[in-house]
């Protein structure tokens, strides 16, 4: 019995060696990547990695390792890129080997490398370039999707009208108006904002947005091997994009219903056309799964960035009064109390375009994880075809080196000493490169028209003095998440 016990425990060590064994051979076949602190075996820098605040994480482990260093998720390497420097040198110096998407477990499971924002190769390439010219055709930076713009911030106003001043959460009045946008462009039409359907979309896009930069979700990227398995909160995220497939599902069947080959209505119209021209072909990536998650991936992208944009944006104007009324004095000047802003004032309105380059400059987000798509030599290092990158966006938005405050709210690092509006290189907040945003053209127009439009119509007025005013973002993932607020839109 006792020899028995002592062959077990030996089996066990056997079996433990043999494990760590297998990680330390996997951790060191890599490549020759760039120095980073020891992973345990399995655990990788699970000691050094703080799900909840990753950004501040990688700081610190920049001071140490320099602008490059490589960081163990589990036994999986990531190389960060940080600084502005480096992360171009990958992005745009070596454009090809770093347009990879990287691994994002969380969303994987439910996307399984379909849709534009996960895929990878050909099949990336072909939907990138189809979504692009969809959203060009649709008016994307163009007269005609300025006016949907126009529109949908003119039913927000009169929302924000009937408020009359009573403090407001302006979560959802934003995310309403700004996921119509692309909605119209979608579905071919916006919805009422009482919409029983909609308000539920929303409230999932919202609940999806924070469980995304939600440390369990954190947890679940670098842990995936063993988080799969087990039951808990960071399987909240997966349930809920299951769910918003079904609605895009049910939104496709509406459209095959109707569908008129010669005059498509919107994107899901487009798509059908090119899987109807596409059936006969042996292969094509315009099949049902890339169209309800490219439809996804779209609605996703372009609700939370804007609409979160503005969410702090008011925020940081809440904090500084003093930028809200030099931006109110150039929409007198240039636009008055009654024409509808509109892109053409942009030009003459370098004030306010500095100012909404600094709220997404100080709002700075991680970025998204880049892979390189083979062996790739990067300053005297080799990292092997399909290793992960994070190329951190908000250390080149705060890079030193191209912005005298990088931490302070500072209007200025876009003026020059006449007040005209000055360019900077590392203004990166729709990143660079092959992969850099496809919506930023739209983007910036709906930030423009939406600050004008709201600044020309209220006065922001917060519930705590500018001084008690916290801007500390709430979380730090993908995304910062502003801390919760309430405000009063007063009438001008
Ligand atoms: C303030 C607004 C926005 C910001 C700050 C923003 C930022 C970004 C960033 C940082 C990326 C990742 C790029 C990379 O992988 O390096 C991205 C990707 C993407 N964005 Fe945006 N975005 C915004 C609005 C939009 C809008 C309005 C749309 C759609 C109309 C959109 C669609 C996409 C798509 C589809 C991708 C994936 C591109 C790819 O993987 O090839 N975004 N965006």
Request: hydrophobic share 40%; aromatic share 12%; proline share 6%.
């Amino acid at each position: 019995m006792e020899l028995e016990g002592a062959f077990t425990i030996f089996l066990e060590l056997c079996l433990f060696f043999l494990l760590i064994f297998t990680a330390w051979v996997q951790i060191n076949k890599k490549g020759n990547l760039p120095p980073g602190p020891t992973p345990l075996p399995f655990l990788g820098n699970v000691l050094q990695l703080h799900a909840g605040n990753i950004s501040q994480s990688f700081t610190k482990l920049r001071v140490k390792y320099g602008p490059v260093f490589t960081v163990y998720m589990g036994s999986r390497p990531v190389v960060v890129l940080c600084g502005h420097e480096a992360v171009k040198e990958a992005l745009v110096g070596q454009a090809d080997e770093f347009s990879g998407r990287g691994k994002m477990a969380s969303l994987e499971r439910s996307f399984q490398g379909h849709g534009v924002v996960l895929a990878n190769g050909e099949r990336w390439r072909i939907l990138r370039s189809f979504c692009l010219t969809i959203l060009r055709d649709f008016g994307m930076g163009r007269r005609s999707i300025e006016k949907r713009i126009q529109e949908e911030i003119s039913f927000l106003l009169e929302e924000f009208h009937k408020a009359n001043g009573a403090p407001i959460k302006p979560t959802f009045f934003l995310s309403r108006s700004v996921c119509n946008v692309i909605s119209s462009i979608l579905f071919g039409s916006r919805f009422d904002y009482e919409d029983k359907q909609f308000l539920k979309l929303l409230q999932m896009i919202n609940e999806r947005f924070t469980e995304m930069n939600s440390p369990w979700t954190q947890l679940y990227d670098m842990y995936s091997g063993i988080m799969q398995y087990l039951p808990g909160r960071h399987n909240r995220i997966y349930y809920l994009i299951e769910e918003l497939k079904d609605f895009i599902a049910s939104r496709v069947k509406i459209n095959e219903a109707s569908f008129d080959p010669e005059n498509p209505q919107d994107f899901i119209d487009c798509f059908l056309i090119k899987m109807h021209q596409e059936k006969n072909k042996a292969y094509t990536e315009f099949n049902l799964k890339n169209l309800i998650i490219t439809t996804l991936n779209l609605l996703f992208a372009a609700t939370d960035s804007v609409s979160g944009t503005l969410y702090y944006g008011f925020l940081l104007l809440m904090k500084h009064p003093e930028v809200e009324a030099k931006i109110c004095e150039e929409i007198n000047h240039v636009i008055g109390p009654h024409r509808v802003p509109s892109v053409d004032d942009r030009v003459k309105m370098p004030y306010t375009d500095a100012v909404i380059h600094e709220i997404q400059r100080v709002i700075a987000p991680l970025g998204y994880p880049h892979s390189v798509t083979r062996d790739t030599h990067f300053r005297g290092y080799l990292l092997p075809k399909g290793t992960d990158v994070f190329p951190l966006l908000g250390s080149v938005l705060k890079d030193p080196k191209y912005f005298r405050y990088p931490d302070a709210f500072y209007p200025q690092h876009f003026l020059d000493e006449q007040g005209h509006f000055k360019k900077n290189e590392a203004f990166v907040p729709f990143s660079s490169g092959k992969r850099i945003c496809l919506g930023e053209a739209m983007a910036r127009m709906e930030l423009f028209l939406y600050f004008t439009s709201i600044l020309q119509n209220f006065s922001l007025r917060p519930l705590v003095p500018p001084a008690d005013i916290d801007i500390t973002p709430k979380i730090s993932g993908f995304g910062n998440i502003p801390p919760t607020y309430e405000l009063c839109l007063v009438a001008r």
